[in-house]
């Protein structure tokens, strides 16, 4: 029993980790939305996350191709998962610069927020794409793991319903503080370049990056509680 009990929890934990970068990312692109929209982006990223990892699981022998080599260049190995490391690290470095862009130079502008039917399905577009990303990523993580198919989709769908429950508030928390919005999306340029540089066989130990990410959060709570009485 202990055999099952400890690869599931060790792997949940894992996912759940992972899957912080998708919560933020989608919370900062249903921003973008008014507040049905906003839920219905959040909810309906949450679970196509869910449904990709599901379906990719179904197709375990075809992911787990995609990280034998196709070619070398420059003496760096490249395969079908570093591709879509690379272009998923680029998308993200170039969405998180966007944004923070947006936030620090033209946000006195006053401009409207982004609405309508074809605001969301972009964004929804854009969530699918880290989705996919984030998954095969997640996938090829898992099976160095376990060897279990069955504790791989129960990991996953645990995984996905701790993130319903915790995307709320994560997103209200970064909506309600500007500065936090920002160092999230500075966690998320740091992801990027990890997707990147792991693409490009250089590989940043993610636990280096979080705790950074940690540190730095830690650091902006301190400054809000001292800041705050003075206000």
């Known amino acids: 029993m202990i055999d099952i009990i400890v690869p599931l929890i060790s792997l949940i934990a894992l996912e ?6 998708n ?11 008014e507040g049905p929209q906003r839920n219905k982006l959040r909810v309906w990223g949450i679970f196509l996350a869910m449904a990709l990892r599901l ?5 375990i022998s075809w992911i787990l191709k995609l990280d034998q080599r196709l070619f070398t260049l420059f003496d760096i190995d490249f395969s079908g998962k570093s591709l879509i490391l690379i272009v998923g690290g680029l998308f993200l470095i170039y969405k998180s610069t966007k944004e923070i862009y947006h936030k620090t130079e033209i946000a006195n502008n006053d401009s409207p927020a982004v609405g309508g039917k074809s605001s969301f399905k972009q964004l929804l577009s854009e969530i699918i794409l880290l989705d996919l990303v984030f998954s095969i990523d997640s ?3 898992a099976v160095g793991m376990v060897q279990e198919l069955w504790i791989m989709y129960t990991a996953v769908i645990v995984t996905v319903l701790i993130m319903l429950v915790a995307s709320k508030p ?5 909506r309600k503080h500007p500065s936090f919005k920002i160092l999230a999306l500075c966690f998320l340029m740091m992801i990027g370049v990890a997707l990147l540089a792991e693409g490009l066989q250089f590989e940043i130990p993610k636990g280096y990056i979080y705790f950074s990410m940690a540190f730095a959060f830690l650091v902006d709570i301190i400054q809000m509680k001292t800041v705050k009485p003075h206000a």
């Open 23 to 33: 919560i933020i990312f989608i919370s900062i692109l249903a921003d973008k939305l």
């Open 55 to 59: 379906m990719l699981l179904a197709f």
């Open 170 to 174: 994560i997103s209200d928390f970064i």
């Open 16 to 21: 759940v980790i992972l899957g912080i970068d």
């Open 139 to 141: 996938i090829i993580t």
